[in-house]
């Protein structure tokens, strides 16, 4: 038996959902973060359970091929890139695994069924230097400096980080300017704590079309002090074309406040995304849409894979131009305008009131006529008779999947195929069985690597309508694949 503390040495074989290595001793297995397939590794027992351990890696007794340095000095610390320290042709094949797998432990799902129905994994084209936003805390550290960064995995302790690999090359350049510029006028960050201060986070946001910049500071106050100052100091960024404040002077986890002011310049910036076609995405169709972003608006943070994605989704659909399409989880309407080129008509629902708004105005701005949006939560929206019925369903859900009523009303509508877009495995895995026990057949799926570095990854599937399959067990359990989750929550 094992003890707290006691010292192994282990080989890793696997990675957890999370990201964290897996290695067995007899048999009983250990979680260990930072290790990947392949390392030896020499680890202290620091959290035994009766199924598993925790292990805190002590020594890299022989490295894994697949290890590379993290090039990011925040690496370990930093809540966002657990995966730095892998290659990426190594990353790649541990999210398109972790899909197949998933989807045969927890859906029920023949592997080698699975293998024969992934279309290959959609790698991304740009590991690093992807993302389109940010999200910067601002705070100081232990000599009263000012700092800004991103908090540490599961805390809000400031990882200070000038420059994140994942962002754009100009963000450090601001995040500088904005650091003197509070430093010149006594302008102090937010101090969780005591709830004092005034700078709580700056939100960047980039246009990958044409590089526009949007700063947005979060203030614990009304109106921003030296606002002036700032905006001189920012013509030494030419790309920042929009200055806003979000005031959030509650004393809370969430970000951005309810209500956000224009400062200076644009209300928000544009980017555009094309509809890619061909399976390996090397044409352009004619069709390419223009979204207008606002502080609080969602947009998928990855452009370059959102085409990627999206092409996929546009692809499964199967559209001739004769078809009503329902996109369940529409957010600012992206998918919808995309499949609105080859529809009869698309009808987007989204829960949240301004995304609709967004969406309207998308629709509008692109001289897209053939969409409605309508906001109200999905499972709810799908049961009015008045709308028409839909020959696809797209459904893009948040992490905890789709609504059990919202699957079943789509089962009753008989649409025939459904597009997936998921960014949970688990989730998907259980929902894929709801809907096969329902009479639909899996027929496709790709997973695509939206957040390089990260553990999550998003995937498409395609469904079509046949006869119901009454094998299959829907009484699909998360509690077993959570648990692990919550007891790491529990031990932190
Ligand atoms: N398809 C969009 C958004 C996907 S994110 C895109 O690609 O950009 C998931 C969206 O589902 C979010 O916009 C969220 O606000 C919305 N959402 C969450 N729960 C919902 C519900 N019950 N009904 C409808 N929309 C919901």
Redesign the pocket.
């Known amino acids: 038996m094992y003890n707290k503390n006691d010292i192994i040495d282990i080989e890793i074989t696997g990675l957890t959902s999370e990201g964290e290595g897996i290695g067995r001793s007899d048999g009983f297995p250990f979680f260990v973060k930072g290790a990947i397939p392949g390392d030896v590794i020499r680890a202290g027992i620091t959290k035994l359970k009766k199924t598993y351990a925790y292990a805190r890696l002590i020594e890299l007794l022989k490295p894994s091929g697949d290890r590379c340095e993290p090039l990011c000095p925040a690496f370990g610390r930093c809540g966002g890139c657990r995966l730095m320290h892998m290659k990426y042709e190594a990353q790649a094949k541990y999210k398109e695994e972790k899909i197949i797998d998933t989807l045969s432990r927890i859906g029920g799902m023949d592997r080698e069924k699975l293998e024969e129905l992934n279309e290959g994994f959609i790698s991304a084209v740009s590991p690093l230097r992807y993302r389109n936003k940010a999200q910067y805390p601002f705070g100081k550290d232990k000599n009263g400096d000012i700092v800004f960064g991103f908090f540490e995995s599961r805390s809000h302790r400031i990882v200070p980080c000038g420059d994140c690999l994942l962002g754009g090359v100009e963000d450090g350049k601001l995040l500088l300017l904005l650091k003197d510029w509070m430093e010149e006028n006594g302008i102090e960050p937010y101090d969780e704590q005591s709830g004092k201060g005034f700078i709580r986070h700056a939100l960047i946001r980039r246009s990958r079309e044409n590089g526009d910049m949007m700063l947005c500071l979060v203030i614990n106050g009304k109106k921003l002090p030296a606002a002036d100052a700032l905006i001189e100091r920012l013509a030494g960024i030419p790309s920042v074309k929009s200055v806003m404040i979000s005031i959030n002077t509650k004393n809370t986890n969430v970000i951005m406040g309810e209500e956000c002011r224009l400062i200076w310049g644009e209300p928000g910036i544009r980017d555009s995304l094309r509809l890619l076609d061909g399976k390996d995405f090397s044409e352009i169709s004619g069709v390419k849409r223009e979204f207008f972003i606002s502080p609080l608006s ?3 943070v990855n452009p370059e894979q ?1 085409e990627r ?2 092409a996929t989704a546009v692809s499964y659909a199967g559209l001739s131009g004769n078809e009503t399409v329902w ?9 919808s305008l995309m499949m609105a080129a080859n529809a009869k008509e698309v009808i987007g ?4 009131p301004q ?1 609709i708004a967004d969406a309207k105005e998308n629709a509008r701005f692109n001289g897209v006529k053939n969409v409605r949006f309508i906001v ?6 799908v049961t009015d008779e008045s709308l028409p019925r839909p020959q696809v369903v ?1 459904v ?3 992490r905890k999947g789709c ?1 059990r009523i ?1 699957l079943d009303t789509i089962l009753k509508l008989s649409p025939d195929r459904i597009v997936y ?1 998921s ?1 949970d495995p688990a989730t998907l895995a259980r929902d894929l069985s709801i809907l096969r026990s329902g009479g639909y057949e899996l027929k496709r799926f790709r997973g695509c690597d939206m957040f390089a570095q990260s553990h999550h990854v998003e995937t498409v599937c395609l469904l079509s309508n046949r006869k119901p399959d009454t094998k299959v067990r829907i009484d699909v359990d998360l509690e077993d694949y959570y648990r692990i989750k919550d007891s790491k929550k529990n031990q932190n």
């Open positions: 969602f947009y998928q959102t994605l999206y996109d369940l989880y529409c957010g600012i309407g992206t998918i629902v989204e829960i949240v995304a109200g939560a999905a499972e709810e929206v797209v893009d859900p948040p609504d919202c877009v960014c």
